[in-house]
T-cell receptor, first 116, second 114 residues
């Protein structure tokens, strides 16, 4: 079974500083990776995804993540964070279901706290 | 853009009562899911549903839980006799069955059992 490890439970950072949220997944032949963001008291929003092709994927709000197969990592980065980026970030991987379809396996989450 | 919707947004119930959480998946999707997030914890898979039957369920999804697609649009999660530990955010998701398994999540229903 797939598993996802987010190495940092909390990451405090000052506004306009760079940030990296780390994520490692268990190895598999094919892997589809996701980052979700959850703002306080809200649902899950897909931030970005890696399905195939270029190993560097980007979101519309400046986040990017790089799929590294040799290190089984999918770290999330942003060169300059804003107060509004304060949220919980979940790394996730798809796992196939024998009867068809997939389920999403989530990491424990990293709380990004951006300070002024 | 099509989206998954869930009702109610917040449900408060007493221990031992039955609750039904409702979801309307994206209309052309074929696979449906429920996930749970206990406060402060990670999101956990509960059950997947395809072709009018459960395709996989987790250990959490015991006999107190059931799912149903009563018509062509709704997908429900029923908890027969709620316990305090069922208090959580419940997310519905759907997918169209593409190879990546990308799922679209609803906004969630916060269930509070008192």
């Amino acid at each position: 079974a797939q598993s996802v490890t987010q190495l940092d439970s909390q990451v405090p950072v000052f506004e306009e500083a760079p940030v990296e949220l780390r994520c490692n997944y268990s190895s598999s032949v094919s892997v589809y990776l996701f980052w979700y963001v959850q703002y306080p008291n809200q649902g899950l929003q897909l931030l970005l995804k890696y399905l195939s092709g270029s190993t560097l994927v980007k979101s519309i709000n400046g986040f990017e993540a790089e799929f590294n197969k040799s290190q089984t990592s999918f770290h999330l980065r942003k060169p300059s964070v804003h107060i509004s980026d304060t949220a919980e970030y979940f790394c996730a991987v798809s796992e196939g279901i024998m009867a068809g379809g997939f389920k999403t396996i989530f990491g424990a989450g990293t709380r990004l706290f951006v300070k002024a | 853009e099509p989206e998954v919707t869930q009702t109610p947004s917040h449900q408060v119930t007493q221990m031992g009562q039955e609750v039904i959480l409702r979801c309307v998946p994206i209309s052309n999707h074929l696979y449906f899911y429920w996930y749970r997030q206990i406060l402060g914890q990670k999101v956990e898979f509960l059950v997947s549903f395809y072709n009018n039957e459960i395709s996989e369920k987790s250990e959490i999804f015991d006999d107190q839980f059931s799912v149903e697609r009563p018509d062509g649009s709704n997908f429900t999660l029923k908890i027969r006799s709620t316990k305090l530990e069922d208090s959580a955010m419940y997310f519905c998701a759907s997918s169209d069955g593409t190879e990546s398994g990308e799922q679209y999540f609803g906004p969630g229903t916060r269930l509070t059992v008192t």
